[in-house]
């Protein structure tokens, strides 16, 4: 019974092994290949759906990136992660690479649009307290009966004393009150015609999308790169593996990693920004 018992233990042992050996050939591949992957499997089969998860992770801090913007909304970052992943999941299943500026690029307007959406769609459930439904109910008509009496407006004060409350129960009534009524995203922001929107007042600038276009700057190049060191970059600044893991990872000298590295980070530098010009008072 004992050597019976010990043997899904190896096989599990096995599996694990060999999903994390897929894994990490999976994570090498750049986004075309994964793309590649996507499109030519069967949505739903195990290749497509590894192929997918593979991008979901590469792409996950993209996602985090356009959720920042609405980190002040009362809606819980996680339920807010979902919805950019439909947006992601969106964005990899219609990419055309045809359209040549990137998936990077194509899925940030498809996470942003999928937020917007979802914050169009819901209205948020607020809950108003039956005091407060009827002191507002009560409000209307004092309002009008003191109209009537005054030939103006009643001051709060006055509206106040009619019913019986404070002038900042009257004021927490109204702002429930402003609660039953949703503005869409596309109404200005205020009275001035200043052409702003209330959707552009709601997110902020994000520091992570000065990153997310400094990563699709890169990922135009990347395929210039030798192979051994897109690995390494990969490796350094994804997997966050010293130069000394990574020498050992690929059986070469811990020197020959930190010279690799240096000469692809040069190449990405001058296929970006041009070549450096001469110091001051060289010649060429």
């Keep these: 019974m004992k050597p019976e018992a010990t043997i899904p233990e190896t096989r599990s042992s096995d599996d694990k092994s060999s999903a994390a050996h897929r894994w990490r050939a999976l994570a090498e591949l750049s ?60 964005a990899i299943g219609n990419y055309d690479p045809a359209f040549g500026n990137g998936l990077r690029a194509y899925a940030v307007p498809c996470i942003t649009g999928e937020l917007k959406r979802h914050f169009r769609d819901k209205r948020w459930q607020v809950k108003v307290t039956r005091p407060v439904q009827e002191l507002l109910l009560e409000m209307r008509g004092a309002t009008e009966d003191l109209v009537n009496e005054l030939g103006r407006h009643p001051h709060d ?47 902020g600038e994000d520091a992570g999308f000065g990153q997310t276009l400094d990563m699709e700057a890169v990922s135009q190049h990347w395929d ?35 010279r690799l590295q240096a000469r692809a980070l040069a190449r990405l530098r001058d296929l970006l920004v041009g070549p450096e010009s001469p110091a001051h008072g060289e010649t060429a």
């Design 157 to 203: 004060s006055e509206l106040a004393e009619r019913l019986g409350v404070t002038e900042e129960e009257l004021r927490e009534a109204r702002q429930a009150a402003d609660a039953f009524t949703a503005l869409s995203l596309d109404a200005p922001a205020g009275a001035e015609d200043d052409g702003s929107d209330l959707g552009e007042l709601l997110g």
């Design 31 to 90: 986004d075309g290949e994964l793309l590649e992957q996507c499109h030519k499997h069967a949505r739903g089969s195990a290749e497509w759906s590894a192929a997918c998860d593979a991008l979901v992770r590469r792409f996950t801090p993209l996602v985090r990136a356009c959720v920042r913007q609405y980190r002040d909304s009362p809606e819980l970052v996680e339920d807010l992660m979902q919805v950019g992943y439909v947006g992601l999941l969106k």
């Design 224 to 258: 210039e790169l030798p192979r051994r060191e897109q690995r390494i970059l990969i490796l350094r600044f994804y997997g966050n593996q010293t130069q000394e893991e990574v020498a050992a990872r690929l059986g070469i000298s811990q020197m020959h990693v930190s």
